[in-house]
């Protein structure tokens, strides 16, 4: 049974750079069937997708966070990571990893489902 | 991009059915059958309930079902149990460089 896990700090301070790490256990990130990706959740707020990545290390991101975020994968270690500079308040969230089933048609990657998540992590931007 | 529009709160007696619905454009919902459904138990994984508009992945019951007309998908879950009651999700593949979009999330309150 395919299992994520999150890992990383729950606080990180203002103007820093937060860097998670999300540890895929039962079955391999280099499945050419998948993409992984990371998904975050404010406080009372509803779902934001962040980014995802293919095992090739092809990345798509979230235009309003795309100058901020790099997601990157190590397929020895069965890992992809999450890295988002200049953390403010509004980054306060629990962040999410997932498996994410896609489709490419005529080239164009279909981000379909995300199935399994991870339990998630909360991190706090404070000083 | 505005989120895919859900209402805040549905609420139904054990037994009873209920719908949550998804309001999205022609560019999401209304133009791909890639609409899927999460329920969230706080504290948990987020779980996939629906993908694809209505196939319902392996181990999840057959009360929960899944339909679209428009630009408005639905979650239909009938029987309520108690089990039922948290936060559900749609989301649906966008057309737009967003890519995925996920809707504001319907706490179920089973009474």
């Known amino acids: 049974q395919l299992q994520l896990q999150e890992s990383g700090p729950g606080l990180v301070k203002p103007s820093e750079t937060l860097s998670l790490i999300c540890t895929v256990a039962g079955g391999s990130i280099s499945s050419n069937t998948y993409y992984w990706g990371w998904i975050r959740q404010p406080p009372g707020k509803g779902l934001e997708w962040i980014g995802s990545?293919?095992?090739?290390?092809?990345?798509y991101y979230n235009p309003s966070l795309k100058s901020r975020v790099t997601i990157s994968v190590d397929k020895s270690k069965n890992q992809f990571s999450l890295r988002l500079n200049s953390m403010t308040a509004a980054d306060t969230a629990v962040y999410y990893c997932?498996?994410?089933?896609?489709?490419?048609?005529?080239?164009?990657?279909?981000?379909?489902?995300?199935?399994?998540w991870g339990q998630g992590t909360l991190v706090t931007v404070s000083s | 991009q505005s989120a895919l529009t859900q209402p805040a709160s549905v609420s139904g007696s054990p037994g009873q059915s209920i719908t949550i619905s998804c309001t999205g454009t022609s560019s999401d919902v209304g133009g791909y059958n890639y609409v899927s459904w999460y329920q969230h138990h706080p504290g948990k994984a987020p779980k996939l309930m629906i993908y694809e508009v209505s196939n319902r992945p392996s181990g999840v019951s057959n009360r929960f079902s899944g339909s679209k007309s428009g630009n408005t998908a639905s979650l239909t879950i009938s029987g309520l149990q108690a089990e039922d009651e948290a936060d559900y999700y749609c989301s649906s593949y966008t057309s737009s460089n967003t890519f995925v979009m996920f809707g504001g999330g319907t706490k179920l309150t089973v009474l």
């Open positions: 990545i293919y095992y090739t290390g092809t990345t």
């Open positions: 997932a498996r994410l089933g896609s489709i490419t048609i005529f080239g164009a990657v279909i981000m379909n489902w995300f199935d399994p």
